[in-house]
């Protein structure tokens, strides 16, 4: 008895003022955090933060399009080309004005769009149920559930205990979706046009990927043209590749063939031709499948959650030089709040991008001295380049620049430039997408380690063995394949709950299985400094795999220790 009175005691105090669950703590602090910056976030306005905006607007419209050709076609026309560019730009623009952290692009993401692909499957085949009403109770539970991570400081007591070795997988998850997705459309191209179009379809989706990646190098192109212009050429890359192979179909015998191009609307209206106008009429799905729904609603919020929650932490690193304060739970609240009305619209729901979020940050870094001078970092007056520290320039005008011109695209007439987008050039920038997302994934580092022979490899820690450093990689390797796998099959929406479940089994299982030193070197906390392993907060097992130096060489991770 005197045991439970003493653990009730201790859940009680979590509540309690200054406890973890304490309601409304994180709210309070981000609510104050916002009227101390929003009013100056309108004040600095120049030419990056133009460059900026048409940077993003780019890298974010583009795949946007992408996978509303996929949702096309695998959710019955439920969503095409206009709901994933109003949903962009409307959350864009709403989150551009109200969130704690106007650095964080949104957009409709890969996961998502699997678990929308197989929720309208099950929706369709299994239970002859209509999909956007499911889909938008689904949001709608989703919002609230959002409201109580918010109100109880979920950020404080969840994200802390992630680590890369979740997030690196998450990661290389996204990048195979990408690579899946690409081969997906031209199986269709395939499948429904001839062969001397197929053929052409390939060369189009090779060619706008591998052009993006050269154009992507430009900076490396030294003497070559001068330095604006390789600058240029590398950030437009993408759009550049894009434009330049939708123009190509249309000339000389090429403009004979047959190609699979967008679908667009002519006018302001849904893409399914049964629904007038942009609302769901929620209400009349049968009683059981509301109560049904927070079942998908609940794996949303646990996707949703934890990718705007990395794609926040990411954008606004050290290595940006941020200075004014976000406010997570503000931001996951608002989240819920345009979760909910895109459910409410019948448009898919806009979350955290990751690369587009660090990118936007990327594109505004600059180099100040200690009196706040820009100067230019690749300039050879520099010679103090040691003394320089990174910023960015935070304000709202860049985010909501390209959100506003991603919603134009709404209007019939520019819905109508998008139809000029063949589907090959769609496929070419899932695979360019893909590369992007692997190039910076720390795991392709150590798997190019795993093809080096023993005797090429560079040294490596006291106490760490290549040996342990594989295993991991592998590990890795082998659960992000399965996880996609899962996404295959029927179980497909719950795979969110796998990526949560890594948490427990990296900090509970692994350090039984890795000694701690391999693991301080492979992994480390996703979203604050140090290691799990120097927080006492691990069993002291040396584990079965990676001590000691056993084999000659080593080399460092490609993600900073």
């Known amino acids: 008895m005197a045991s439970h009175s003493s653990w009730s005691a201790r859940t009680l105090a979590h509540f309690r003022r200054g406890g973890k669950l304490e309601p409304f703590r994180l709210l309070k602090q981000d609510a104050r955090n916002i009227r101390s910056r929003w009013v100056s976030d309108w004040t600095i306005f120049n030419q990056l933060v133009v460059a900026s905006a048409v940077y993003v607007f780019f890298t974010n419209i583009l795949p946007g399009i992408t996978f509303a050709s996929d949702l096309y076609v695998l959710t019955g026309r439920s969503w095409g080309t206009i709901e994933v560019v109003f949903s962009t730009g409307l959350c864009g623009v709403i989150f551009a004005v109200f969130s704690a952290q106007p650095l ?18 099950l929706c369709n085949d299994s239970f002859k149920v209509p999909f956007l009403p499911v889909m938008a109770w689904s949001l709608i539970h989703s919002a609230w559930m959002h409201y109580l991570l918010a109100i109880f400081n979920a950020h404080d007591w969840t994200m802390q205990y992630v680590t890369d070795f979740s997030a690196d997988i998450f990661s290389l998850l996204n990048s195979i979706i990408y690579f899946h997705k690409a081969a997906m459309e031209l199986k269709r191209t395939h499948e429904q046009m001839p062969l001397d179009s197929f053929l052409y379809a390939m060369i189009g989706a090779i060619g706008t990927c591998l052009v993006g990646i050269l154009l992507s190098t430009a900076t490396k192109w030294k003497p070559l043209f ?6 240029g050429l590398s950030e437009y890359a993408a759009a550049i590749s894009i434009i330049l192979f939708i123009g190509i179909p249309y000339i000389g ?5 047959d190609h699979g191009r967008l679908a667009v609307q002519t006018s302001f209206r849904p893409t399914n031709p049964d629904r007038g106008v942009f609302f769901v009429r929620f209400w009349e799905l049968p009683v059981e499948w509301v109560f049904i729904s927070i079942i998908p609603g609940a794996i949303i919020t646990i996707l949703f959650y934890f990718d705007h929650e990395i794609s926040s932490i990411i954008c606004t690193v050290d290595r940006y030089g941020v200075k004014k304060p976000g406010g997570y739970a503000w931001d996951v609240a608002l989240l819920g709040t345009t979760t909910a009305l895109c459910g409410i619209l019948g448009i898919p729901p806009a979350n955290g991008l990751l690369p587009q979020a660090p990118l936007h940050s990327e594109s505004l870094r600059h180099w100040v001295v200690e009196e706040d001078q820009v100067v230019d970092p690749d300039s050879e007056e520099s010679d103090a380049r040691a003394n320089l520290v990174p910023r960015v320039y935070e304000q709202r005008y860049s985010h909501f620049a390209q959100a506003a011109m991603i919603l134009v695209f709404v209007s019939p007439p520019f819905q109508r430039v998008l139809g000029f987008t063949p589907t090959s050039v769609l496929a070419g920038l899932f695979m360019f997408m893909g590369y992007q997302s692997l190039s910076v994934n720390p795991m392709l580092a150590r798997f190019f380690h795993l093809l080096t022979p023993p005797s090429e490899l560079p040294a490596l820690p006291a106490g760490v063995g290549w040996g342990g450093v594989h295993a991991y990689t592998v590990t890795q390797i082998a659960v992000t394949v399965g996880i996609f796998a899962v996404t295959l099959t029927v179980a497909a929406p719950g795979f969110p709950l796998l990526i949560i479940i890594l948490v427990p089994v990296r900090l509970c299982v692994m350090n039984r299985v890795w000694g701690k030193e391999t693991l301080r070197f492979v992994d480390g906390w996703a979203c604050r400094e140090g290691k799990p392993e120097d927080d006492g907060m691990l069993g002291g097992d040396e584990g079965v795999v990676g001590g000691g130096g056993d084999l000659e060489g080593g080399g460092e991770r490609s993600k900073s220790q």
């Open 104 to 121: 964080t692009i949104l957009g409709v993401t890969g996961p998502f769009s699997v678990l929308a692909e197989n929720l309208y499957e």
């Open 226 to 231: 001068g330095r604006l212009i390789r600058m």
């Open 253 to 257: 015998d090429l403009a004979d063939l």
